[in-house]
Every structure is written in structure tokens, then in C-alpha cells.
């Protein structure tokens, strides 16, 4: 089953909004078998925007990711790569559709209160680069012959 790699930033964070998320992670039927309130170093922030180093807004990202605790979480699900692109919204959330969680909760680029993988590739890096493999856990959701 394929799985993505979510993170509610430090603004999301901030705004207790990690159960208004959650909720809707597991509405959609998605499962959860990853997650951690945590603090990221500078060089996770780093590596994990890597790909962004060389634009104009990368030390402000890096100042952002690190500036409070962020909850990450590895999802599991059919084609939750997407799905979880779809949930989150667009980059921009003053584009973001509302129904989304930028588009609901977000106004500028800067802070658009969550990350959601972009393909299945970064996918694996990044729950590779932010979860040990002892902390995903195998189970079954009890509804979930409904959802697929
Ligand atoms: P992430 O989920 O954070 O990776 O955002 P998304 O994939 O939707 O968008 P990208 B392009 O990866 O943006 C990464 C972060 O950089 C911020 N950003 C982006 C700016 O501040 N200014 C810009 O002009 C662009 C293009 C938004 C994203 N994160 N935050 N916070
Ligand atoms: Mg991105």
C-alpha cells in the first residue's frame, strides 16, 4: 500500500490545529501509522527543503521549520500520495480552495501550516529521512473493508 509523508508546521501547530487535521485525515479513510511531535534541527530543516537551497526564501524556510515544534506523520492509503496533496492544498493557500487545509486555515506562502509530499519518490525519502523504521507501526484499521 502506498504511504506519504505529512508535517504540520510550526503555525499549525501554534494554532491547535493538529486535531482539526487529524480529523481530517481519518474522515478521508486514510491510516495513520506514524506519528510525532517533535522539533527539527537545522540540518533536517535543510536536508529536507534541500531541493530549495538555492532560492531567496530558503533561510527564511529553514528560520520557519525550526521555529516550533512541528507534528510529522506517515499515512497510508490508495494513492494517499495524491490524496494527500489534495487535503492539503495548493502552496499557496490565498489559491487554496477552501474544503482544503491551506485553503480553510491558510493566507500566505510563508506559513501554509502543513507539508504533503509531492510524488511517491519524495515520498521515501522523506519518511526515510524523518521516521526510523521501528516507529511505523503495522495494524488494521477495523472499517477499513469499507473504505476500499
Ligand atoms: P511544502 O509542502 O512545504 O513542500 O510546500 P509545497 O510543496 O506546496 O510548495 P514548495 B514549492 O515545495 O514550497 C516549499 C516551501 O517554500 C515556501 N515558499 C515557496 C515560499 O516561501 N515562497 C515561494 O515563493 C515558494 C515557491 C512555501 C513552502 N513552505 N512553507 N512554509
Ligand atoms: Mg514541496
Redesign the pocket.
Known amino acids: 500500500m502506498e504511504r506519504t509523508f505529512l508535517?504540520i508546521?510550526p503555525?499549525g501547530v501554534g494554532r491547535n490545529l493538529i486535531g482539526e487535521i487529524v480529523k481530517r485525515i481519518e474522515n478521508k479513510g486514510l491510516k495513520i501509522v506514524g506519528a510525532k511531535l517533535m522539533t527539527v534541527s537545522e540540518d533536517l530543516a535543510k536536508t529536507h527543503?534541500g531541493?530549495?537551497s538555492e532560492?531567496p526564501?530558503f533561510g527564511?524556510?529553514v528560520d520557519?521549520?525550526t521555529s516550533g515544534p512541528v507534528f510529522a506523520m506517515v499515512l497510508e492509503g490508495e494513492n494517499v500520495v495524491q490524496v494527500g496533496?489534495t487535503l492539503?492544498g495548493?502552496?499557496?493557500p490565498s489559491e487554496s480552495l477552501p474544503g482544503t487545509i491551506r485553503g480553510d486555515f491558510g493566507l500566505t506562502?510563508?506559513?501554509?501550516i502543513?507539508?504533503?509530499s509531492?510524488s511517491v519518490e519524495s515520498a521515501e525519502k522523506e519518511i526515510a529521512l524523518w521516521f526510523n523504521s521501528e516507529e511505523l507501526v503495522d495494524y488494521s484499521l477495523v472499517n477499513s473493508t469499507w473504505v476500499y
Not at 506562502?109 to 501554509?112: A, I, M, R, S, T
Open positions: 508535517m508546521k503555525d527543503y531541493e530549495h532560492r526564501f527564511e524556510l520557519f521549520i496533496r492539503v495548493v502552496t499557496n506562502v510563508g506559513k501554509n502543513i507539508h504533503g509531492d
